[in-house]
């Protein structure tokens, strides 16, 4: 079984729309918890952590549920930059980072 | 600040033949990553140094070896390239070696292998 399992998509929505993604983890002595966000052709970068209590940052909010061992992002208000593969990321004991297989979003005008 | 530089950005290589990946980071960071992304699994930890002088095995480290050389610096070598090596390759680097440290990525080598 995977370490960290996403629904590749892809996910096509209208600017303005909602949309949330899932995000399942294997090992439950996983410790941290993130988001990042990779352009096409491009490197990785940090978009968000994610924190037990739940966190927002703008029009993102992330959501950790340990006991169901998953993890959700909601983006609002869905802007044509928002346009992306997100990548859901996973730290357990031992601090070796296991990355999600990406799901792909494309907003449409 | 440059970040995080890799070079090349692209190599077609053909099997059997050597090669050195090259990354550096300008952020003082401690700690450096070698990854890899194939289609359909991810970013994969290939190796890292937890700090200077250190170097640590992660997930898929058969067929490379990588060097350390100075704190700014973390190369990967493929000794004998096989098709299977045929990826993207990208390096990062943390401030600690941390499971809560932002991981920042260079800007990836593309590698062929026929």
């Known amino acids: 079984r995977k370490e960290v399992e996403q629904d590749p998509g892809p996910f096509n929505v209208p600017e303005g729309a909602t949309v949330a993604f899932n995000c399942t983890y294997s090992?439950?002595?996983?410790?941290?918890f993130f988001w990042y966000r990779q352009d096409c052709r491009k490197e990785p970068k940090l978009l968000m952590s994610v924190y037990s209590s739940g966190n927002e940052d703008g029009r993102f909010t992330a959501q950790l549920n340990r006991a169901s061992q998953y993890i959700s992002l909601l983006i609002r208000d869905s802007k044509l930059s928002d346009s992306a593969t997100y990548l859901c990321?996973?730290?357990?004991?031992?601090?070796?980072?296991?990355f999600g297989t990406g799901t792909s979003l494309t907003v449409i005008p | 600040n440059a970040g995080v530089t890799q070079t090349p950005k692209f190599q077609v290589l053909k099997t059997g033949q050597s090669m050195t990946l090259q990354c550096a980071q300008d952020?003082?960071?401690?700690?450096m990553y070698w990854y890899r992304q194939d289609p359909g699994m991810g970013l994969r930890l290939i190796y890292y140094s937890a700090s200077e002088g250190t170097t640590d095995k992660g997930e898929v480290p058969n067929g490379y070896n990588v060097s350390r050389l100075n704190k700014r610096e973390f190369s990967l070598r493929l000794e004998s390239a096989a098709p299977s090596q045929t990826s993207v390759y990208f390096c990062?680097?943390?401030?600690?070696?941390?499971?809560?440290?932002?991981?920042?990525f260079g800007p990836g080598t593309r590698l062929t292998v026929l």
């Open positions: 090992n439950s002595a996983s410790q941290s």
């Open positions: 990062a680097s943390s401030e600690v070696f941390s499971g809560t440290d932002t991981q920042y």
């Open positions: 952020m003082n960071h401690n700690s």
């Open positions: 990321v996973v730290n357990r004991p031992g601090n070796q980072f296991y």
